[in-house]
């Protein structure tokens, strides 16, 4: 599959769309279809001036990726139990092969929240967790973020914060100044912020395509559904979707953490959270 990376350089580079265009003299409307990954087709004037505009090879502009595919079937949603079971199936077209692995989980509700824990399994093949690591396939590239290009330079110009990465984690001294609190302070929100940009990219696909799912059958859990309707059809009030991916006891050993307590804590450290809004983007763009 053919991927456009214009995206991720307009990002690396802090440059608009509308910056873009000016740059180019590509209508935005259509530029923007372009670099969300939308258009159709895309014309050799409008790559020639976005190669020159950018000072970049084509090479730069598109990556060639494995054509990789997943769907999400819920088998039941059990709503008094607050359980669900069902199968993502992961497929190669290329191959043309599928992997069918289990899909577990529970969720909580507190009002127009809804929390859900969908639980990974261990893969001796892949030697790592199944789900995440072939939703890691799905990705293209890594995208650099500017809160991961603040991050790294911060880390270059102060080494030591490197220890953030360590087992035992970053330590303040006894009497730390302001300066090196505010470093501390600083680091440590971009070093979150950073996982979390990393989890919301990664998750995304699984996270849509079982939402739809649940759409799909509307259970009673989602409330009373009112006369705003989805692309397909399906009625939907605005409600917040945090997903957290279990990492598998034997991942979670390998990292290190062997007591339950702190696996669960370790799991739930950090939610994705997506909203109805998003579901109707992702797979209006689609």
Known sequence: MIQSQLKAILLDRTISNQELAAMTGINQKALTKIIEGRAKSITFTQLNKIIRALDIELDDLFTITPDLDLEVTLLTMDEKA?????????????????????????????????????????????????????????????????????????????????????????????????????????VGNLVARTQYER???LIEPLAMYFLAAIYGQFPKFLGNPQAIALPWGVPDTFRVFNFNLAESPESLTNGGITKRQEQLRQQQAFPVSYTSLDVISYFSAS
């Open 82 to 186: 607050h359980q669900f079971n069902g199968t993502v199936s992961f497929i190669d077209h290329a191959q043309q092969v599928q992997f069918d692995l289990p899909l577990t989980g529970y969720y909580r509700q507190n009002g127009s929240l809804f929390t859900f824990t969908l639980n990974d399994a261990f893969d001796d093949t892949l030697d790592g967790d199944g789900i995440a690591t072939r939703l890691d396939q799905l990705l293209p590239v890594e995208t650099m973020s500017a809160s991961k290009r603040t991050l790294l330079q911060l880390l270059e110009q102060y080494p030591e914060q490197q220890a953030w990465f360590e087992a035992g984690g970053m330590q303040l001294s006894n009497e730390p100044t302001d300066a090196e609190l505010e470093r501390y302070l600083k």
């Open 199 to 201: 989890l919301h990219r």
